[in-house]
């Protein structure tokens, strides 16, 4: 399983450490929000509402260096634009690794 | 180069402001989460530039482009490159920046704006205001109202608003002094202070710091007295 990084937000601070911080706080605030608004889609099997938010929700992998994880997202993000779901559990460790690693920074 | 940013995500708000940020003359005046809002703010305050993102719920950037009659550049931000083919159908959309957007690519784009901006004629987009012959036309709530410039009396700043008070009525205008002071005539009109301009054929009388139009004492700046005194008829 690849790790999340900050690599992107720092080549994009440039040295800034307000940016940083800052960006990091909007992260942590938004994250949350999107996921509970991505399980409360699913749960509800608004498919088409659920790609939305994981469309939104892979820019996030992608910021966080998550390359595979991108992949994943754009598969399944196809998947639920058809009416399918099967990529849901895979989809659900990302976003795990994601809320553990906001945690920690 | 003035700019706005639209994006559902404010991650993404952000990426693309601290790019601007990092870019000589670009000036983000204000971001958005819904292209309503941003339609709403267009539609009173010229801007040379959109970031656009293209997936947002209800309202797409494609339907925002749609919607506006002389948009400013745009250029789209988005996740994914199914709509660039679509995007280019629109003389409006410059360029297409694919998420997350590089300090490098970014910089491009900006060129390829003002390559832009710099090959076409100067736009006049609609804005708050809009002179002709001697009247002003004021945007207000999307009507014009036509004023004659002969009716008012001042031009008051009130932080991102202006307020036109003239011998009939009052008016609030999403707009800034110094946007509605290309639009008036300089042998009428005269700014006496950072926050007022007069109609200077509507003064009752002058006092050492301030002018009276009807019963409205209205202050006059150091810096402004002299050009005010120059253009008074003294005996």
Known sequence: ?105 | MTCIIIDDEAAARAIVGQLCTKTPDLDVIEEFSNAIEAIKFLNQQNIDLVFLDIHMPGFSGIDFVQTLKNPPKVVLTTSDTNFAIEAYEYEAIVDYLLKPITPERFAKSIQKVKNSLASQPALKPDSGTSGIGDELYINIDRRLIKLKFDDILYIEAKGDYIDVKTTKEDYRVHNTLKKIKEKLPAELFLQIHRSYIINFTKIIDIEDNSVLIEKNVIPISRSNRPELMRRLNLL
């Not at chain 1, 720092?10 to 911080?21: S, V």
């Not at chain 1, 998947?79 to 920690?104: C, H, N, P, R, V």
């Open chain 1, 1 to 105: 399983m690849e790790h999340p990084n900050l690599t992107y937000i720092k080549q994009l601070a440039g040295g800034d450490k307000t940016f940083e911080d800052k960006f990091i706080t909007i992260l942590k605030d938004e994250f949350p929000l999107e996921k509970e608004e991505y399980y409360n889609a699913l749960h509800s099997e608004r498919f088409k509402d659920t790609a939305m938010i994981v469309h939104k929700l892979k820019h996030k992998l992608n910021i966080l260096g998550l390359e595979k994880g991108y992949g994943t997202a754009v598969q399944y993000e196809e998947e639920l634009l058809a009416g399918k779901s099967s990529l849901s559990g895979a989809f659900e460790e990302i976003l795990q690794t994601i809320d553990a690693y906001l945690k920690t920074i």
